[in-house]
């Protein structure tokens, strides 16, 4: 994370970065004749970055970028994708926080910010430590969502989910135990932080210690666990839901 180069490609992500106009950008590469060139969002998009706009045929584009499925656009940005944590003490209302607790799969880490952003969560805590962290892949799998969903770095989980209770958060951890109760009878409305931890390793036991409720997704036929990330969707929906009824 931070102020190094990234790069993105694809319409959807690189639409998203130039949209954005939160980040510095340093090259746009577009392939003549290609979907991008194309496309109005990109177009519409490219309007507020002339200076940086750069035509290869379509021969040099993939002699440089044809391992990737870019769609025709590449852009290179530099920018602080990640931020920190804000105080929600004086916020009330309909408040939905995620917290990941181990993710390391840069795959699952994209397609949950992109389910996140889907979902309306005002935004996900990632630890500085055993996580991935927002790296180009993670950004790429999102499809341009990390523009859209704030994304907080923290030090301590733990003590981070301690200051959110302070603030009259509750706590859901999403952990198979027998304390849980099934996903869809939880309440999630008001100021909720939802925990989620790694497919492997689960959440730390003194992050689920300190949470209000456990919470589980109960399985059928022979696969005991869902993909994280599709974890994630069917809790956050139904949070949706809950808050649209």
């Known amino acids: ?38 496309d109005g969002k990109v177009t519409h ?10 035509f290869l045929n379509s021969t040099q584009f993939k002699q440089n970028f044809g391992k990737w499925r870019t769609q025709g656009i590449i852009v290179r940005f530099t920018g602080q994708i990640d931020q920190p944590l804000p105080s929600f003490q004086k916020q009330h209302g309909d408040i939905g926080l995620l917290a990941l607790d181990r993710i390391e799969d840069p795959q699952n880490l994209g397609q949950i910010i992109r389910t996140s952003e889907c979902a309306g969560i005002d935004g ?16 790429q799998v999102s499809q341009g969502a990390f523009t859209q969903v704030p994304i907080y ?65 109960p399985m059928q036929g022979k696969t005991n666990s869902l993909n994280v990330s599709a974890a994630v969707s069917a809790v956050l929906f139904e949070r949706l839901r809950q808050l649209s009824s």
């Not at 998009?45 to 750069?54: D, E, N, R, S």
């Not at 996900?124 to 950004?139: A, E, F, Y």
């Not at 009878?185 to 497919?199: A, F, N, T, W």
């Open 1 to 38: 994370m931070g102020k190094d180069q990234h790069t993105i490609f694809g319409i959807n992500g690189c639409a998203a970065v130039l949209e954005s106009r939160r980040y510095k950008i340093t090259d746009i590469l577009i392939q003549s004749g290609s979907p991008a060139e194309r």
């Open 124 to 139: 996900i805590i990632i630890p500085k430590h055993d996580s991935c962290g927002v790296t180009d892949t993670v950004m």
């Open 153 to 217: 770095t923290v030090s301590n989980l733990h003590q981070t989910i301690t200051a959110l209770k302070k603030d009259e958060f509750w706590v859901i951890a999403m952990e198979n135990g027998v304390k849980a109760r099934d996903w869809h009878k939880m309440d999630y409305k008001g100021k909720v932080l939802i925990v989620i931890g790694s497919e492997g390793r689960g959440i730390k036991k003194l992050v689920l210690d300190s949470s209000d409720f456990q919470a589980t997704i």
């Open 45 to 54: 998009a490219l309007g507020y970055h002339g200076g940086h706009i750069k």
